[in-house]
């Protein structure tokens, strides 16, 4: 309610203080002064207490028709309740707004009337508009807030609490966790980048999006730039940049009955565009990476024979043999070095097969970067096709001059995506490649960070923050439906595969344990075509000696998309890691690929993610709400692998919720919700895959 100021137009009587007062004596002018500041006192003190102590803790904003937007005083944050408080939904702490110092104690709606919003100005920091959106038929709530700085210096940040909540989405990180909660990262900005280069930075699949175990997801404006900070247990905060041009800081919270109807709700706000599937002919073979140190095309290819004969003998069926960009390289040159010798008229012994290797399936792998020291960064120098390079004019009018960086060790300049004929020469080198080599599958590296940023340069408008990424992602379609690209940003509709980041080759949440957190994280994202890494992780790049590890590993990556393999199994020098190696490929291919074929048609349709965590079927379970060891897929399907050294047991926690779960060891029925069990044999030979059989019958 606006003051109603009263103004009495009455005229002052006359007053004749002046003859009264100079007959008193100084006593009295005394005590009628202390009298006046003993008031005023007691005044101040009185509005001091109603303002701050005798005002509610908290008051309410907007109300929807089973939640509430509270402002809270003492802890200077918003909180989403449901209308008779007894679940909160959301805490975010605002507190950073303005100056901590002074107190707001009540938060007077300015677009006063109006019951689906609500309008508010920080003195002098920012200016914040809340619009809330009920939607009957989904149940779900929505609050859109904007906060807009009232000057260019102001830099706004909102934390959400993580108290009580289970979180999940953002960004991956090195050592994921599923929830996020136990993440630590120091504010940065929200853009992926290499984790092999950038280990502390986000990586891999990133979205703007973020889902609360208590119904909650929270979606942020793709179009401001945005930086994130996660305080490991509390809160995960987004902070926006202060910018001459004052942009807002812009995000929806959207409130469910559960965390599954947040999640479904979420899908359909978050991308409006027609979902395509990657060819899902990839999912069949097992890639197997060519590892050998060669310098030469000759050498790559009698390598690729020798690794596919041995692929026969030890009789490990079909695969894809991968090559690094490196051998990719000499290999695509061999044809170069070819004509050079012949011309030397020398020896015969290089003469060319290349037919035979385009009898192999091979996947080869490319980047956007050029080396410097190439002759088609030197031609193109010449051409006058600088414009091709990522470049920026040394003067406002300028001439464009490359930017250099570094890529794989070697300076280099990378693709101006922003221009056609750049995108139509790297379109024709594929072309020329495939011609070539006949490769099946092309992995497309370096697509991540921001050069401009990373060198403290300012990006031309088109390019900022993940625009790169998004450009490449959409020159890799341009390869076809089975291009594998290394990250996931506002790209899974697009028919690709992503890989996941290489991890360490040990028990930790940065080696096997990590496995199962990233998948989750990468489906929950919409990222369900996935290359995980090979079996015994690949950041090292060295072979792995532990046996049990590998077929842990094994155990895990047989029910992902692909199994890749960087490790071959024939090192162990055991018939029995062959033999198992053998039965996986086989379990992988007749058990799960039909199953992921199955749940890609309802992720097209629905949304619904292939591989879902425990809580998709039993979303008020609290306990659901923490398992990184279980995951499931689809609806059919639940997985829980074996994650610790020296295990041979396990607990599964099977959901309640009137599901009859059957073994598929032994088709027996159980009901109870947590099974200890004995995992069978020590010698490793089985996972525990068990199937929701009668999930239907017993509704
Ligand atoms: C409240 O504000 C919104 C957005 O400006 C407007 O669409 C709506 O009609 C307003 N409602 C009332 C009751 O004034
Ligand atoms: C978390 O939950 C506990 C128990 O339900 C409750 O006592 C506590 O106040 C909650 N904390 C917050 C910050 O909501
Ligand atoms: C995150 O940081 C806190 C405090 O600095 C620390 O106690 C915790 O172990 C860290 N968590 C992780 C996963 O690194
Ligand atoms: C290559 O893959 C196709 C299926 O994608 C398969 O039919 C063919 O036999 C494979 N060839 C080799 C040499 O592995
Ligand atoms: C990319 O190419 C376009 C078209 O030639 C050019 O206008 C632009 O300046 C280039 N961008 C960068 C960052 O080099
Ligand atoms: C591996 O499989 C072969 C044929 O199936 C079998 O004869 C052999 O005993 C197995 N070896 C081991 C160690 O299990």
């Not at 028709?65 to 805490?91: A, M, P, Y």
């Not at 038929?137 to 909540?165: A, G, I, Q, R």
């Not at 600088?386 to 040394?394: G, I, K, R, T």
């Not at 306990?623 to 689809?634: C, R």
């Amino acid at each position: 309610m606006p003051h109603a100021r009263n103004r009495n137009p009455s005229p002052t009587p006359e007053v004749t203080w002046d003859t009264g007062l100079k007959e008193m004596n100084e006593t009295w002018k005394g005590a009628i002064a202390c009298l006046g500041v003993a008031i005023f006192f007691v005044m101040t003190i009185g509005i001091i207490y109603w303002q701050v102590v005798d005002q509610p803790n908290k008051n309410w904003i907007l109300r929807g028709t089973f939640s509430g937007l509270i402002w809270e005083r003492r802890t200077r944050s918003l909180v989403i309740q449901t209308l008779t408080e007894d679940k909160t939904f959301v805490e975010i702490d605002v507190g950073n707004v303005g100056n901590p110092e002074i107190e707001v104690s009540f938060v007077r709606n300015l677009c006063w009337l109006n019951k689906t919003e609500f309008c508010y100005t920080w003195d002098s920091v920012a200016e914040v508009k809340i619009s809330l959106e009920v939607d009957e038929e989904t149940e779900t709530e929505c609050y859109s807030m904007t906060w807009t700085p009232v000057h260019c210096h102001v830099e706004l940040k909102d934390c959400f609490s993580m108290t009580n909540v289970s979180w999940y989405g953002g960004a991956g990180v090195r050592g994921q966790t599923w929830p996020i909660n136990d993440q630590n990262a120091t504010t940065q900005p929200f853009t992926v980048s290499d984790l092999k280069d950038n280990p502390s930075g986000f990586g891999s699949a990133l979205e703007r999006y973020f889902l609360g175990s208590s119904g909650v997801a929270v979606f942020v404006s793709p179009d401001v730039p945005l930086q994130l900070g996660m305080d490991s247990r509390q809160q995960f905060c987004l902070q926006s940049l202060p910018s001459l041009e004052r942009l807002p800081l812009q995000y929806t919270v959207c409130v469910a009955r559960n965390v599954k109807a947040a999640h479904q709700e979420a899908a359909q706000q978050l991308s409006h565009h027609g979902r395509e599937l990657p060819n899902l002919d990839v999912l069949w073979l097992p890639f197997w990476k060519l590892l050998a140190y060669m310098d030469s095309g000759p050498k790559v290819e009698r390598e690729l024979r020798t690794f596919s004969n041995r692929l026969r003998r030890h009789q490990l069926g079909e695969g894809v043999i991968s090559l690094s960009e490196h051998s990719t390289t000499l290999l695509s040159d061999i044809d170069h070095d070819y004509l050079k010798s012949r011309k030397r008229g020398m020896t015969k012994r290089l003469t060319r097969d290349l037919p035979l290797v385009k009898l192999l399936n091979i996947s080869i792998t490319l980047s956007p970067f050029l080396g410097v020291d190439t002759t088609q960064f030197h031609a193109s120098l010449v051409d006058g096709t600088e414009a091709y390079w990522l470049s920026l004019p040394s003067a406002p009018q300028g001439h464009l001059i490359p930017v250099m960086s570094r890529w794989r060790g070697r300076f280099c300049v990378k693709l101006n995506v922003t221009n056609p004929g750049a995108v139509s020469w790297f379109l024709d080198r594929v072309g020329a490649l495939q011609a070539h080599l006949g490769m099946e599958y092309i992995m497309l590296e370096g697509g991540e960070g921001n050069l401009f940023e990373e060198q403290v340069l300012r990006p031309p408008q088109t390019l900022g923050g993940d625009n790169y990424f998004g450009l490449l992602a959409d020159l890799a379609t341009r390869m076809g439906d089975s291009t594998i690209v290394t990250a996931g940003t506002r790209s899974n509709h697009k028919p690709l595969f992503v890989r996941m980041t290489p991890m360490q080759s040990d028990w930790s949440p940065m080696g096997l344990k990590g496995i199962i957190p990233s998948l989750l994280h990468h489906t929950l994202l919409g990222y369900n075509f996935l290359i995980p890494d090979a079996v015994g992780g690949s950041l090292s790049g060295n072979l792995l000696t532990d046996e049990e590890l590998f077929i842990r590993w094994l155990e895990i990556a047989a029910f992902l998309p692909v199994i890749s393999f960087h490790t071959p199994p024939w090192i162990y020098n055991e018939d029995w890691v062959l033999n198992l190696t053998r039965a996986y490929i086989a379990k992988h291919q007749s058990d799960v690929v039909p199953l992921i074929e199955k749940y890609a048609e309802e992720w097209r349709a629905t949304r619904s993610p292939i591989y879902r965590p425990m809580w998709w079927l039993s979303p008020s379970d609290p306990v659901t709400f923490t398992i990184d060891d279980q995951f499931l897929i689809g609806d059919e399907v639940l997985v829980a692998p074996v994650v610790e050294k020296g295990a041979v047991q396990r607990d599964i926690y099977l959901p309640d919720g009137g599901f009859q779960w059957q073994d598929s060891q032994n088709a027996q029925t159980e009901r109870i919700t947590l099974l200890h069990m004995p995992l069978l044999n020590p010698d490793y030979t089985h996972v525990w895959i068990i199937a929701v059989s009668a999930m239907y019958i017993l509704r």
